[in-house]
C-alpha cells in the first residue's frame, strides 16, 4: 500500500524520538506559530524537541503560547532522528539553525512558497496553501496528533498573520473552516487580535514617519517604494520585527500595483521585499532574478549593493514589468 504524504510524515512523527523544528530567518507570525504548534503537538505524544530560530521568539509574538520553547539555536551543534523546516523557501534561510543541526537521519519540508524547490528527504509544498499553519492543521487533522488550546491559538495567529487577517487571495472558506474549528477549542478572538495588531511599540510609527519621507511613486502611481537606511534604523533605535507590515500601507494605496521596502542591512546588501495586487506581475518571479524567492504576490530578496544602487536595479525590472502590462 503506497502512503499519502501526510501518512509518511504522520508515520515518522510518532516512529522517531528527537526532533529539530526548525524556521526562516526574520521570521513572521507563521514561522513562529507554525514552529510553536507542531513542536507542542509532538511534546504531548511524548517526543523530544528542540524548537530553534536564528533569531529566537520575537518580543511581540512572546504572547503566543509556550513561546519559552522557542529559541536561538546554540553553539554546540546537536543530533537529531529528525529536521523538521516549516515556512521556508530555500534551506539556507534557516540561517543558523541550519549548521545547530549536526545530523538528522530525515530532514522534512513542510511550506507554501511556490518558489520551494523541494530539498530534503520528505517534502510537502503546497503552494495554494495560504499559510504553512494551514498545512500544519491539515496534517494534525489527518493523522489524528494532538491539538489543544495552545497549539490552536499557535496556529490560528499563525494563519491571521499569513493571510493579512483573512484578506489576501489565497483565503478559502477551508481557511475559514479551520479558523472556526481552532475557535471551538476555545480561544478568544479580540484578544488574540489585539496582541497581533494593537499592541505595536511607538517607534513602528514613528518608522512610518520616516518611511513615508522617503516614499516614491513611478510608472503614474502604478509602483510605489521606500527605504530605510541603517542611520535611521539606528536614530529610531527600531528592531527588524518594526517593519513587518509596513510594506502594506504602500500597497493599500488606490492605483498602486507593486510595492517595493528596500532596508539597507549591515552585512552590505539590501532587504527586498515585494507585494503585488495582481498575478500578473509576479513579484516571486522578479526576486528570483535577484536570487530570492517567495510568493506571486508577496517575495522578496537580498541584494549585495548600496540602497541607492540596490533601488536602481530593481525598480527598474519592477517598472519594466509594470510598463508591459499597458502595452501588452
Ligand atoms: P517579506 O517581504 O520579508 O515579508 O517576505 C515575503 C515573502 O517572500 C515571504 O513569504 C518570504 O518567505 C519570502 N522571502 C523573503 N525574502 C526572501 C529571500 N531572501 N529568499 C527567498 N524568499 C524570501
Ligand atoms: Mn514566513
Ligand atoms: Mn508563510
Known sequence: MTLSKFQEIGRILREQRRF?????VRPDGDALGSQLALALSLEALGKEIRVWNEDGMLDKYSFLPRAGLLTKPPSNAEDFDVAIALDTAIQNRL???????????????????????????????DSSA?????IIFRLIKSEN?????????????????????????????????????????????????????ENYPRRRLELLRELLRTMRFQQS?????????LETAAELGV?????????????????????????????????VSMRSKTEVVDVCAICQKF???????????????????????VLKEVCDKVQALAVG
Not at 530570492?292 to 508577496?298: E, K, Q, T, V
Request: overall charge negative.
Open 20 to 24: 529539530a523544528i526548525l524556521g526562516h
Open 95 to 125: 540561517g543558523t539553525a541550519l549548521p545547530a543541526v549536526r545530523s538528522a537521519k530525515i530532514w522534512i519540508n513542510i511550506d507554501h512558497h511556490m518558489s520551494n524547490p523541494g530539498y530534503g528527504d520528505v517534502v510537502y509544498v
Open 130 to 134: 495560504p499559510a504553512t499553519a494551514e
Open 145 to 197: 496528533l494532538p491539538l489543544n488550546r495552545d497549539i490552536a491559538e499557535n496556529l490560528y495567529a499563525a494563519i491571521s498573520t499569513d493571510t493579512g487577517s483573512f484578506q489576501y487571495p489565497k483565503t478559502s472558506a477551508h481557511t475559514f473552516e479551520i479558523a472556526a474549528e481552532l475557535i471551538r477549542t476555545g480561544l478568544d478572538v479580540g484578544r488574540l487580535s489585539q496582541l497581533l495588531y
Open 221 to 229: 502611481g502604478r509602483v510605489a517604494s521606500f527605504g530605510l537606511t
Open 239 to 271: 528592531l527588524p520585527e518594526d517593519n513587518e507590515g509596513l510594506i502594506d500601507h504602500l500597497r493599500a494605496v488606490h492605483g498602486v500595483i507593486v510595492a517595493v521596502f528596500f532596508e539597507e542591512l549591515s552585512d552590505g546588501k539590501v532587504r
Open 291 to 313: 536570487g530570492g524567492g517567495g510568493h506571486a504576490l508577496a517575495a522578496g530578496a537580498r541584494v549585495r549593493g548600496t540602497l541607492a544602487e540596490v533601488e536602481e536595479r
